[in-house]
Every structure is written in C-alpha cells, then in structure tokens.
C-alpha cells in the first residue's frame, strides 16, 4: 500500500549526521509538509494581515492601537462620570434658572417691604442656577458611575444595570434625610430609572 506521506527520519541516520549538519525540515524533512506544520503547529503568532474577515455589511477596517486607546478611553467609567456630571449641571442651570425666572421673590410694594433690585433679583437667580446645577451634577455622576461599575462587573448590558444603579443612587441621596427617606427614594429613582431605560430601549 503505497502513501502519500513522507518517510519518517531514521534515528541511527540522525546519530551519525554532525553536530553542525541540520535536518532540512523541522517536521517532515525535504518536504512542502514541513511548512504547513509549522505554520499550524510551530508558531502560534499570526500576522493582522493575515486575519481574514467576511465583508458581509461592506468594508471591515481593523483599528490600529492608537483608535483602541482613545475608544478604551471614552469607555471608561471616570470619562462617562464626567461627561455626565458636565450635562447634568448644564440640565440643571437650566433648569434652576427658569424655575427662578419663571417664579421670582419680589417683595409685596402693599405689604410695605423693601423693593428688590435688579443686582438682588439677579443675584438670587445665580444662586439658584448654581444650587440646582450642583444637584444634578452630583446626581449625574454618582448615577453613571455607579451604572458603569455594575454593568463592569456583571458583563451584560441591560436595563438592570439602570435599575440598581438608582437604586443605589437613591439610597444615597435619600440617606441624608434619614434610613426611611433612603429606601424610599432608593425605590423611587430604581423604577424612574427603569422606566426611562425601557423607553429609551423600546421607542
């Protein structure tokens, strides 16, 4: 029965080749085997042009170290705490500021009370843009710190993540005000959570 495969290598053959003389191959000796092997078996580390990837939604690009940083970067759990604790002062400057706008304290000119000034109405509305951007910076960086730690740890990203994360974020706000005050609000923030993580998924 005749076979494709090389001979093996006769070890008394090897024994009295020369310590410099090498065998031809590493695998299979003076054949094209030898390659292959060594290609599937030998070396382990592949080239990234040699990683094949169907194009099946059009034209894959294989981001380089530097596009995997920045994007590791913007991932992160202290970048998305940032970013929220800047939007969450701007929504609520902007929310302060026309809740002072909308309803100001302006003394009673019957009721003989001093007149406030421009300076002093103004002054007021600062402190309360100030006041309730603040709020909601805290609220907004706590909230997303939170969510990124237990969305890290649990490996899924569902509307789970959202609910614990106001729990938690509730829980710690509510707890200033007493132990009832931080279950309440740690079960008021977790279903306003859920229910804005719903719709923002399902809309």
């Known amino acids: 029965m005749t076979t494709l495969l090389p001979k093996p290598i006769d070890p008394e053959e090897v024994a009295k080749r020369n310590d410099t003389e090498k065998p031809n191959g590493l695998f299979f000796p003076g054949s094209d085997l030898d390659e292959v092997a060594k290609h599937f078996i030998g070396n382990t580390h592949r080239y990234r042009e040699n990683i094949i990837i169907p194009k099946l939604y059009g034209a894959v690009q294989i981001k380089t170290n530097e596009e995997k940083l920045v994007e590791a970067a913007f991932e992160s759990c202290a970048f998305k705490s940032l970013m929220s604790c800047v939007l969450g002062y701007g929504l609520g400057a902007a929310i302060g500021l026309f809740s002072s706008s909308v309803n100001p304290n302006i003394a009673d ?3 003989g009370e001093k007149q406030q000034t421009a300076r002093e109405i103004f002054r007021e509305m600062r402190q309360a843009t100030h006041s309730y951007g603040k709020n909601f910076a805290v609220i907004g960086a ?7 730690v237990i969305e890290s740890k649990r490996g899924v990203s569902d509307w789970k993540n959202g609910t614990y994360a106001g729990a938690v974020t509730g829980g710690l706000i509510g ?4 132990v009832k005050a931080g279950i309440v609000g740690a079960a008021g923030f977790a279903a306003f959570s859920t229910v804005i993580d719903y719709y923002m998924r399902h809309r």
């Open 109 to 111: 000119p019957l009721a």
């Open 142 to 148: 706590v909230f997303a710190a939170v969510e990124c």
């Open 175 to 178: 707890l200033r005000a007493g």
